[in-house]
C-alpha cells in the first residue's frame, strides 16, 4: 500500500516561524514534523510515498529529496496553488495507483502504528477518529461499531485524526481544482462506505504555537 503525505499548508497560524519555512519542516525535538511521518511510515512497512507541497514546498523536497536515507521512495505532487485536501488528493492520484492508499496529514504528531492501516479496506474509505480536543469539543463524527456516520444531536461525537485509508473510487466524478475532502466522505458515509477506529493514544493537531509546544513537552516526556 502506498501512503500520502499532505504538506501543502501554509500555516498561518504558526507565523512567524512559517513565514520562511513550510509548516512541515517546522521542527519539534528538533526534529521536522514531517520526518516523524516518514519515518514511522518506513517503519510500518510503507516503502511508498506521494507528498504534495504549495507554500515553499522546494525546502521540503530538497530535505526528504527522493526518500533513499529514510527507506522509502519519494514521488512529489507540487501545487502551483493550494488545492485543499480532496483537490490535492485528486491530483495525486496517477501517481498513487488504482488501489487503496493512505493519507496522514502533514501537520499532526501523532504516536499511532500506521501498520494497523495494512488491511483490506471493505468500503470507499477507514477512517482514524480520536477524542475531541479542547480546540475541537463539537468533534466531526460519530463511531457506530465499526462505521463512522456523521453527527448527529446527543451521541458521543469523535475528530478525525488527519489519519485514513482511501479508496482511489471515492473520487469518481471528480473535477481537477481545490476542493475539501469532507463532502466526499459525508456522502460515502450516506451510503455506509466509510468505516473507522478509534484511536485513544497521544495525538497533537499541531496548528498553533501552543499545540507545538505540547508536542515539545510530549516528546520530552518519551526520553
Not at 473510487?169 to 458515509?189: D, N, S, V, Y
Not at 477506529?197 to 516526556?221: I, S
Request: proline fraction near 6%; aromatic fraction near 8%.
Amino acid at each position: 500500500m502506498k501512503a500520502m503525505i499532505l504538506a501543502a499548508g501554509e500555516g498561518e497560524r504558526l507565523r512567524p516561524l512559517t513565514l520562511h519555512t513550510p509548516k512541515p519542516l517546522v521542527r519539534a525535538g528538533g526534529v521536522p514534523l514531517i520526518e516523524y511521518h516518514v519515518r514511522a511510515l518506513a517503519a510500518a512497512g510503507f516503502t511508498e510515498l506521494v507528498i504534495n507541497h504549495a507554500w515553499l514546498g522546494e525546502q521540503i523536497e530538497t530535505y526528504l529529496g527522493d526518500g533513499e536515507r529514510f527507506g522509502v521512495s519519494i514521488a512529489w505532487s507540487p501545487e502551483g496553488e493550494p488545492l485543499e485536501t480532496g483537490g490535492g488528493i485528486h491530483r495525486a492520484l496517477p501517481l498513487l495507483g488504482g488501489k487503496p492508499f493512505a493519507v496522514v496529514n502533514g501537520d499532526i504528531w501523532a504516536d499511532y502504528d500506521f501498520s494497523q492501516l495494512h488491511r483490506p479496506l471493505a468500503g470507499l474509505a477507514h477512517l482514524v477518529l480520536v477524542p475531541n480536543p479542547a480546540h475541537h469539543t463539537a468533534g466531526d463524527f460519530q463511531l457506530r461499531g465499526s462505521q463512522v456516520i456523521d453527527a448527529t444531536a446527543g451521541a458521543e461525537t469523535l475528530t478525525y485524526s488527519g489519519i485514513c485509508v482511501l479508496s482511489p473510487t471515492l473520487f469518481e466524478g471528480c473535477e481537477p481544482g481545490a476542493f475539501k475532502l469532507a463532502p466526499l466522505l459525508r456522502a460515502a458515509m450516506a451510503q455506509g462506505q466509510v468505516s473507522g477506529e478509534r484511536f485513544v493514544g497521544r495525538w497533537v493537531d499541531v496548528g498553533t504555537h501552543e499545540r507545538l509546544a505540547e508536542v515539545e513537552r510530549l516528546l520530552k516526556d518519551t526520553h
